[in-house]
């Protein structure tokens, strides 16, 4: 258990609407990564940050965007929901940079109607 | 830049069966190797990883995987399944801050 929790679990939004997901971590990592999951595509990187005010695009960033002022707190952002962002999103950190695997957080599934 | 195929969407196999998974990468340097399994519902779990040495590497309930570089794959294996194996699994390769997954092989079990 790498101390990774998600917020919210769940939630349904409506199309245009700003939704904020949020991971929260307890070990002071310095890398943490969103992905989005879904069927036929498995997990895509959408943002990650190498530290407080770092961060970088993934492979899928459009229609994202991310935020962290603090360590523990890694922020994404979807600034106007459209329904093909309905996914699962998954936070994962490393515990070191370099050849560390990555721990996951348990997911929020987000539906955007 | 780097990928990975996991040309197996599903695999069925009854319990107590051997199980192979496949894995090919493609990555441009020597490759991070891992695999991962999510259970339905939860997040992914890291079941064994490759960084160098041994070619062949143990991972925790009984999983082993074969790193090939002259076949770039990573082929995950299993002698005897046990139905709570049922689940998804990962094949991932790391390269330079980035982590890029397969799309997944969805195992089921068969009593």
């Known amino acids: 258990d790498a101390g990774i929790t998600q917020s919210p679990r769940h939630k349904v939004t409506e199309t245009g609407t700003p939704v904020t997901l949020r991971c929260h971590q307890t070990?002071?990592?310095?890398?943490m990564y969103w992905y989005r999951q879904d069927p036929g595509h498995g997990l895509r990187l959408i943002h990650y940050?190498?530290?407080?005010?770092?961060?970088d695009k993934g492979e899928v960033s459009d229609g994202y965007s991310v935020s962290r002022s603090k360590t523990e707190d890694f922020l994404l952002t979807l600034e106007s929901a459209t329904s093909s962002q309905t996914s699962v999103y998954f936070c994962?950190?490393?515990?070191?940079?370099?050849?560390?695997?990555?721990?996951f957080g348990p997911g929020t599934r987000l539906t955007v109607t | 830049a780097q990928s990975v195929t996991q040309p197996d969407i599903h695999i069925t196999v009854s319990e107590g069966a051997s199980l192979e998974l496949r894995c090919n990468y493609s990555?441009?340097?020597?490759?991070?190797l891992f695999w991962y399994v999510q259970s339905p519902g939860q997040g992914l779990q890291l079941l064994l990883k490759?960084?160098?040495?041994?070619?062949l590497v143990q991972g925790i309930k009984g999983f082993e995987a074969e790193f090939k570089r002259s076949q770039s794959s990573f082929n995950l294996r299993k002698p005897s399944v046990h139905w709570s194996d049922a689940a998804e699994y990962f094949c991932?390769?790391?390269?330079?801050?980035?982590?890029?997954f397969g799309t997944g092989t969805k195992l089921q079990v068969i009593p």
């Open positions: 070990e002071n990592h310095r890398y």
């Open positions: 940050s190498y530290g407080v005010k770092d961060t």
């Open positions: 994962a950190i490393t515990r070191e940079q370099g050849l560390s695997e990555q721990y």
């Open positions: 490759y960084f160098s040495g041994d070619t």
């Open positions: 990555y441009g340097a020597t490759p991070y």
């Open positions: 991932a390769v790391k390269g330079y801050q980035k982590v890029t």
